[in-house]
Nanobody, 120 residues
Framework: QVHLVESGGGLVQAGGSLRLSCSAS????????MGWYRQAPGKQRELVAEITSSGTTTYRDSVKGRFTISRDNAKNTVYLQMNSLKPEDTAVYYC??????????????WGQGTQVTVSS
């Protein structure tokens, strides 16, 4: 019903940059919130950043000033620009949206995850 496709992960040296993208498709009426989470080996999944449909953003403290979340409402796509990457940013990054669909009402949906590896 709702399908998320992520892209943009990879291997980068410390101090480098990556841009993640996540596009949603399906019978979507609206997407009030889009966000990025990450999960490192042996750790719990954590919120990295999220953005509302009106553009209000939230970031975890460790990425403030380095990461920027944005969205294109016309394309149902959310982006995460990651600059000044550090080895501790290494994780699988997941897109998560809260979407209102024509059939099912409001629910949460996850992407398949994309690996980000930062070498020192």
């Amino acid at each position: 019903q709702v399908h998320l496709v992520e892209s943009g992960g990879g291997l980068v040296q410390a101090g480098g940059s990556l841009r993640l993208s996540c596009s949603a498709s399906g019978t979507i009426f609206s997407i009030p919130v889009m966000g990025w989470y990450r999960q490192a080996p042996g750790k719990q999944r954590e919120l990295v950043a999220e953005i509302t449909s009106s553009g209000t953003t939230t970031y975890r403290d460790s990425v403030k000033g380095r990461f920027t979340i944005s969205r294109d409402n016309a394309k149902n796509t959310v982006y995460l620009q990651m600059n000044s990457l550090k080895p501790e940013d290494t994780a699988v990054y997941y897109c998560k949206i809260r979407a209102r669909t024509i059939v099912s009402g409001t629910d949460y949906y996850w992407g398949q995850g994309t690996q980000v590896t930062v070498s020192s």
